[in-house]
């Protein structure tokens, strides 16, 4: 399956980031037929909880969860991550192998320097996988846009997706990252994402997004240009001014 073409990848910079930012939207895609594939680009062997090898445990139950057909970790460096060409040859090459039409990255700018930096990482390596020159014994492959979610900055969406039905499930996803998230029973030190409060917020950002478009929850992203609109009476259903 390491090989399998896929029609979304999603990049986060650690081990459960994207399916914070869009595990919903992954499980509503899986749910339509589509095959998505996860690509973690460092071990999070930073985090102040668990273990890279714990992480790498939890993160592969999560994709199962999701129905992922693979999940793949890079060693980018977590807490620096790395943005040098050899690094960028490393993206290149996982979009030359699983071709997306579309690929989901970290938005660009945030709080953790390493999601700043996976995003523009992402961003750009997806740009330079077109590029026939640039050699990696591989077919050119160019994606069609990449979609950016959010992690602790919030922006405006440029679109949401409705993830009612997925709720339930997405949580189910997170709830496999026992060393990082709420877990009563666990005796690690505390951080922020091991609160109650933080499962609370990721909620509550569903319940946010969603209500923007008329549904209880969904997922909002942010594109460089905008969507095209088939039929705008069905973009705005169920809604009124
Ligand atoms: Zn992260």
């Known amino acids: 399956m390491k090989?399998?073409?896929v029609d979304y990848l999603f990049f986060g910079a650690h081990p459960d980031d994207?399916?914070?930012g869009c595990g919903g939207t992954m499980l509503?895609?899986?749910?339509n037929g589509k095959k998505i594939g996860l690509v973690d680009l460092t071990r999070g062997e930073m985090g102040t909880r668990g273990t890279a090898e714990t992480r790498l445990r939890e993160s592969l139950a999560a994709a199962?969860?999701?129905?992922?057909l693979f999940r793949v970790q890079l060693d980018l460096g977590d807490g620096n991550l790395r943005t040098g060409r050899e690094?960028?040859?490393d993206v290149i090459s996982v979009i030359r192998k699983h071709r997306p039409s579309i690929v989901f990255a970290p938005f660009p700018d945030d709080r953790h320097p390493d999601h700043t930096r996976a995003g523009q990482l992402v961003t750009e390596a997806s740009f330079y996988a077109g590029l026939a020159k640039i050699d990696t014994d591989q077919a050119p492959h160019r994606p069609q846009t990449v979609v950016y979610y959010m992690q602790n900055y919030v922006n405006q969406p440029t679109f949401v997706v409705d993830t009612t039905a997925q709720q339930k499930t997405k949580m189910d996803a997170l709830r496999c990252y026992k060393s990082q998230f709420y877990n009563p029973k666990s005796k690690e030190r505390m951080t922020a994402i091991a609160k109650?409060?933080?499962i609370d917020m990721i909620e509550a950002r569903a319940r946010h997004f969603g209500a923007m478009i008329g549904a209880e929850f969904g997922e909002g992203f942010v594109t460089k240009l905008p969507p095209r609109v088939d039929d705008v009476t069905a973009a705005f259903r169920g809604r009124e001014v």
């Open 3 to 5: 090989n399998a073409k």
């Open 28 to 31: 509503d895609s899986v749910a």
């Open 18 to 20: 994207a399916e914070i």
């Open 64 to 68: 199962r969860v999701l129905g992922a």
């Open 87 to 89: 690094e960028e040859l």
């Open 196 to 198: 109650k409060s933080f």
